[in-house]
């Protein structure tokens, strides 16, 4: 997938899974739409309403989205150190939330959107 596919492919899934909480003020999810480097994120009622995001890691990069995308139940230990909610191995059994794992690994990855991919 191109980076632009990961992209609107990671919005959406986010946007579907709560962030931004569109659905919960009864507004349409009308889709992403990417512009010289940034992200606006469109809805519509009655009324139209976007979010402007002026680098794909301002969208990315956060708290809310992390745990819109990933999810915030913790972690669900299926062997010692697997994780069947995020698929992820890890070095403990301690009990942060999934998206608290990924939003790390996010910020540290030189690549946050090819991270993401493994998971769409």
């Not at 931004?20 to 739409?33: C, E, H, T």
Request: one cysteine or more; aromatic letters at 12%.
């Amino acid at each position: 997938m191109t980076e632009r596919e990961i992209l609107i492919k990671a919005v959406d899934r986010a946007v579907a899974q709560g962030w931004l909480g569109i659905r919960d003020m009864g507004y349409r999810y009308d889709g992403v739409i990417l512009h010289q480097g940034t992200v606006r994120v469109n809805a519509s009622r009655l009324d139209n309403k976007s979010w402007l995001f002026n680098h794909p890691d301002r969208a990315l990069l956060s708290e809310e989205f992390a745990e819109a995308f990933f999810g915030s139940d913790r972690h669900h230990w299926v062997a010692l150190v697997h994780c069947s909610r995020c698929r992820v191995e890890f070095e403990s059994t301690d009990t942060e939330r999934c998206w608290q794992y990924h939003l790390d690994q996010l910020l540290l990855s030189p690549q946050p959107l090819k991270y993401l991919e493994r998971f769409l």
